[in-house]
């Protein structure tokens, strides 16, 4: 019983672990998942690695074959565009359900999410891009309190599967991108037309902020 319930946990902190390496580039596109390698780096034994590949396998963030392993699932132009149309489709409909059925407390959640993105600084280093964790759980909540009071956790969790796969691409090109735009700028004008109950314009303002992302996260390499 004991070797039953430690197996699926070591399995999900092992998804876990590997699944945020691989969305912030560790693991760069490509390369190779060597099994001895990874065994080594998380300390963990083979089985429960295997499991969690196959996850990943499943969300597009790795790939396997028979003949050379796993790897991590290579980026491309055409998936980042795809990736952008239907982010935007699918949070403008969500915008769209949620302004018309905003709430008091919708709209103090969303104001106190903006203002903890707005005091928070994207870089841990002024003069240069180096993560923050904190700006990215921000920026994460921010973008979610925006949607949320569409009610609908299908459309939600359809919306947070693409973000994952944008944030991918957004931390390629992070060093490059640093301080080329206003990003808080950005974000206030989303905010002000949503508050505002301007659908069309806050739409409009979304999809150019993240027509944006896409732009410079082509210009990688």
Request: hydrophobic residues 40%; contains cysteine; charged residues 25%.
């Amino acid at each position: 019983m004991l070797d039953a319930d430690i197996a699926p946990s070591m399995t999900v902190q092992i998804y876990e672990r590997l699944r945020a390496d691989l969305l912030d580039g560790l693991w760069p596109p490509g390369q190779k998942l060597l099994m001895h390698r990874l065994r080594q780096h998380y300390a963990i034994g083979a089985s429960p690695l295997r499991e969690a590949l196959s996850r990943l396998v499943a969300e597009g963030l790795a790939v396997h074959n028979d003949q050379r392993g796993f790897a991590a699932a290579a980026v491309s132009a055409d998936e980042l565009e795809d990736i952008l149309r239907n982010r935007v489709a699918l949070e403008s409909l969500a915008l769209e359900q949620g302004l018309s059925r905003r709430s008091p407390q919708w709209e103090e959640a969303l104001l106190l999410a903006f203002h903890r993105l707005s005091r928070t600084p994207r870089s841990v280093d002024e003069d240069s891009y180096e993560e923050n964790p904190v700006w990215e759980r921000q920026h994460r909540a921010f973008h979610f309190a925006l949607l949320s009071a569409c009610g609908s956790p299908t459309l939600m969790g359809f919306c947070e599967q693409l973000y994952d796969r944008a944030y991918r691409y957004r931390q390629l090109a992070a060093r490059k991108a640093y301080k080329r735009r206003n990003e808080l700028d950005e974000h206030r004008a989303i905010f002000e037309a949503v508050m505002a109950g301007d659908l069309e314009a806050a739409k409009g303002l979304l999809a150019r902020h993240y027509e944006r992302t896409a732009a410079l996260s082509g210009q990688q390499g």
